[in-house]
């Protein structure tokens, strides 16, 4: 690749200009942060992600993207980390000696990818990926804190995200061919499987679906900080959405395989999530939990390797008994959390999962293909199950 040019005209891009108003709000919001004035920094802040947010979407529009916005909005970002870590050892000393380390191998990390990528390709990359791009969120809600009392779990979280972003700028960076800078992460280098996603969150459905994986992080958070009754109101309202989507699917005729399978995706990541809420919430009662739910998730391993070496491609089961095991079990989890006989809800908890791995064990092992739209292992006037899809599908 050819050295960085700028050109003159590209200074008088809408977009860039819009960007360089950034150079005068992220000082500015710094500067009220330390003169105590949080509301006037929180404005500045706010400004500041807002051209952020705008400034790309122009230059997508009007076909105004450039080396000069690239690299400028890149050095600004950089420009609003480093005020941070100054802010933090500024005026919480201990909080920035506890993660010096932390910022010693991350700012290593940093120098070696630049070192890497100036002796590669005679430029310095710095990739606008996706986890950098939640990292920029994360550091910006961090702040917020700062000015109150600082979350550490949030700053947790930025240390990782940034150990996350770097390793995956340096394979970036390692492979052979050149550097695509619109890249947005290494798992989908040629964004097919974005395409594919905006495509398919088109239809409402989906994107009430994806309400669930927005409140994964949600959770956790409120988990952590063992915020019991907010944890079960967010808890509830991804247990709406569940009901809410295949009801959109069905009276608008909007399913799909992709929906399908990210429904399924959606469930299965928030079983074993339940299990790590345990921990955060009560962990007295984490090892009970995690005795008592062992045998489903021992045969849930086994139905999971099983599917995904024969019918990888295939779409993924939604048995009557699975739909009773999903209803039972977001009604009932966050019930364990405030009943005293929790042990009963995470037995009948067990024996319904039991129940749907073994009947879709069955299934897998009596079919080479699996049948489109199959629902049950048996007749379904013989299925219980059946009945109560009847009554509440």
């Known amino acids: 690749m050819s050295k960085t040019k700028f050109e003159l005209k590209d200074f008088i891009k809408l977009s860039n200009m819009i960007t360089s108003v950034r150079i005068l709000t992220i000082p500015l919001m710094f500067y009220f942060a330390y003169e105590g004035e949080r509301v006037l920094s929180l404005v500045f802040l706010f400004v500041s992600w807002l051209i952020d947010f705008i400034d790309g979407?122009?230059?997508?529009?009007?076909?105004?993207?450039?080396?000069?916005?690239?690299?400028l909005d890149t050095y600004l970002d950089g420009v609003f980390l480093i005020g941070i870590i100054f802010y933090v050892y500024m005026h919480y000393n201990s909080i920035f000696l506890k993660y010096y380390s932390a910022l010693i191998?991350?700012?290593?990390?940093?120098?070696?990818?630049?070192?890497?990528?100036?002796?590669?390709f005679k430029e310095i990359y710095s990739l606008h990926l996706w986890s950098g791009k939640v990292l920029g969120n994360t550091l910006a809600l961090f702040?917020?804190?700062?000015?109150?009392?600082?979350?550490?779990?949030?700053?947790?979280?930025?240390?990782?995200?940034?150990?996350?972003?770097?390793i995956e700028t340096f394979f970036i960076i390692l492979k052979p061919q050149k550097v695509d800078?619109?890249?947005?992460?290494?798992?989908?280098?040629?964004?097919?499987?974005?395409k594919e996603f905006k495509t398919n969150m088109k239809i409402l459905a989906n994107k009430i679906t994806f309400i669930r994986f927005i409140a994964l992080p949600i959770l956790l958070y409120l988990a952590y900080k063992q915020q019991i009754l907010w944890f079960t109101a967010v808890f509830y309202i991804a247990a709406i959405s569940d009901q809410l989507?295949?009801?959109?699917?069905?009276?608008?005729?909007?399913?799909?395989?992709?929906?399908?399978?990210?429904?399924?995706?959606?469930?299965?990541?928030?079983?074993?999530?339940?299990?790590?809420?345990?921990?955060?919430?009560?962990?007295?009662?984490?090892?009970?939990?995690v005795i008592i739910t062992s045998p489903v998730f021992a045969l849930y391993i086994i139905d999971r390797i099983i599917f995904y070496t024969r019918f990888k491609n295939a779409e993924k089961l939604h048995l009557y008994s699975g739909k009773a095991f999903q209803k039972y079990f977001f009604i009932c989890y966050p019930l364990v959390f405030f009943s005293s006989n929790y042990r009963l809800i995470l037995i009948i908890m067990t024996i319904l999962g039991c129940i749907v791995v073994i009947e879709e064990l069955f299934i897998?092992?009596?079919?080479k293909k699996l049948p489109s739209g199959i629902k049950t292992?048996?007749?379904?006037?013989?299925?219980?199950?059946?009945?109560l899809y009847r009554v509440w599908p």
């Not at 992709?258 to 955060?280: H, K, Q, R, T, V």
Request: proline share 4%; aromatic share 18%.
């Open 377 to 387: 292992f048996i007749k379904k006037e013989n299925n219980p199950f059946y009945y």
């Open 181 to 194: 800078q619109n890249i947005l992460t290494i798992l989908d280098p040629k964004g097919k499987k974005l």
């Open 364 to 367: 897998y092992f009596n079919n």
């Open 245 to 289: 989507d295949g009801i959109a699917a069905r009276r608008l005729n909007q399913s799909s395989k992709y929906g399908s399978n990210m429904d399924s995706l959606a469930d299965e990541i928030y079983y074993p999530f339940g299990i790590l809420c345990f921990y955060l919430i009560k962990p007295e009662i984490f090892t009970t939990a």
């Open 105 to 120: 191998i991350l700012s290593l990390m940093f120098l070696i990818n630049c070192i890497f990528s100036l002796l590669k």
């Open 57 to 71: 979407a122009i230059a997508r529009k009007h076909n105004q993207e450039t080396k000069l916005g690239y690299y």
């Open 143 to 166: 702040f917020i804190t700062t000015l109150w009392n600082p979350d550490i779990i949030l700053l947790d979280a930025v240390i990782f995200l940034r150990f996350l972003y770097e």
